[in-house]
C-alpha cells in the first residue's frame, strides 16, 4: 500500500473573506465571479478598502486536500510561501487538518511574501477573487520530491498553479515520478481565464499524462472552444479516461468508459461558493480511493460542495462522513 492516497500540487496562500456589494465590486474594478492576478500594491489597497474580514488557509487544492484529510484520508500537499506570518498559518492550518506539509520555506528575506486571496462574497453567494500569487508563484522542481510523488496512489494538479516560470517543469517531474510507481493524475482546470492563458499547456498534458479531469462548465467550454457545454464534455472524454464537468445548481456530468451520467445537486442555500469545486474533487478522489463507484463518488462530491457552500470559507465545517451516512451514500 502506499503512504499517500493523493499528493496534491498547487497554491499555497491565505485566504481573506469578506462581504461586499455589486456597487463595491464596479467601483473597484472587480469583475465579479472570477479569479483575477493582481500584485502586491493593489493587494494593499482592497484591502485597506474592504470591510471586516476572515484570515484562513486557502487555495484550491490545498482545500482539496484539507477535505480529504478531513474524511481520514493519508495525503500530502506542495506549495510554496515565505517564512512570514501568513506562511505559518499556511503551515498550521493545513497540518491541523492532518495533511503532510513539507515544502520548504522561502527565507524571511525573499522579496516576495506569502500570497493571498482577497474573496469578496456578494449577497447572492458568489465570489470574486483577487489573488496576490507571491511565493507560491515560484514553486520550483527542487521543491518536488520524488520519492513522496512515488509513493502517491493519485496526483492532484491545480490549473491555476500553471501561473509561474518553473511551475510547467515542477508538475512534470511530480508526473513523471508518480506514473513511473504505478501512480496516476488528475487535474482541475480552475478557472477559464487559467484556461485561456495555458491552453495548449493543458491540452498536451491532458492528452498525455491526465486520467481525471474536473472542470466546469465554463472552463470545460473554454478549453476545447465548444459551442456547448456537451460538445466540450465529449471532446474531453475522446482525450480522458474519467472526465468529471461540474455544473453548479444542475449538478454533476460523469463520462466514462463510453457512457455519461449525470448525477443532481443537493439543492442548497448558498452563502458563500468559494471552495464548491475544490470540496467536490476532494470528496470525489477521498471516494475513488476507498473503492466507491464512480456515481458514488460523485454524489458524495456533490454533498461535501453543498456543505461548503452553506457557510462562509472553502474547509468544511460540519463531519462531511457524518453527511454521506446521512444520505445513504456511506
Not at 241 to 264: C, I, K, Q, W
Request: proline share 4%; net charge negative; glycine share 10%.
Amino acid at each position: 500500500m502506499k503512504r499517500f492516497q493523493v499528493v496534491g500540487i498547487g497554491n499555497a496562500m491565505v485566504d481573506i473573506l469578506a462581504h461586499a456589494g455589486d456597487s463595491f465590486l464596479a467601483e473597484n474594478g472587480i469583475t465579479k465571479g472570477i479569479m483575477q492576478l493582481i500584485d502586491m500594491d493593489r493587494a494593499v489597497a482592497l484591502y485597506d478598502r474592504i470591510g471586516p474580514a476572515r484570515e484562513v488557509s486557502g487555495g484550491s487544492a490545498a482545500n482539496t486536500i484539507a477535505g480529504i484529510a478531513h474524511l481520514g484520508g493519508r495525503t500530502a500537499y506542495v506549495g510554496k510561501v515565505r517564512d512570514d506570518q501568513l506562511g505559518a498559518i499556511f503551515a498550521h492550518d493545513l497540518r491541523a487538518q492532518g495533511a503532510v506539509y513539507q515544502t520548504v520555506m522561502a527565507p524571511k528575506d525573499w522579496p516576495h511574501e506569502t500570497g493571498r486571496c482577497i474573496v469578496l462574497v456578494t449577497p447572492d453567494g458568489e465570489r470574486s477573487m483577487n489573488t496576490y500569487l507571491g511565493a507560491t508563484e515560484f514553486l520550483h522542481p527542487d521543491d518536488i520530491d520524488p520519492a513522496m510523488m512515488a509513493d502517491a496512489e493519485w496526483l492532484y494538479l491545480e490549473g491555476y498553479r500553471f501561473d509561474g516560470p518553473d511551475s510547467h517543469e515542477a508538475f512534470a517531474r511530480a508526473i513523471d515520478a508518480a506514473r513511473a510507481a504505478g501512480g496516476r493524475v488528475s487535474l482541475t482546470l480552475s478557472d477559464p481565464f487559467c484556461v485561456e492563458r495555458h491552453r495548449d499547456a493543458f491540452r498536451d498534458m491532458i492528452r498525455d499524462s491526465v486520467d481525471l479531469l474536473f472542470a466546469n462548465r465554463a472552463e470545460l467550454t473554454a478549453m476545447y472552444s465548444a459551442d456547448s457545454f456537451a460538445q466540450a464534455r465529449r471532446a474531453a472524454a475522446a482525450e480522458v479516461e474519467t472526465v468529471v464537468a461540474t455544473d453548479s445548481e444542475n449538478g454533476v456530468y460523469l463520462l466514462r468508459d463510453g457512457m455519461e451520467f449525470h448525477v443532481p445537486a443537493v439543492p442548497t442555500r448558498v452563502v458563500d461558493a468559494t471552495g464548491a469545486g475544490d470540496l467536490f474533487a476532494g470528496a470525489f478522489l477521498w471516494a475513488m480511493c476507498e473503492g466507491h463507484a464512480p456515481e458514488n463518488c460523485a454524489r458524495m462530491g456533490n454533498i461535501a460542495a453543498s456543505e461548503v457552500i452553506s457557510h462562509i470559507g472553502a474547509r468544511p465545517e460540519s463531519d462531511l462522513r457524518a453527511l454521506f451516512r446521512s444520505h445513504g451514500v456511506l
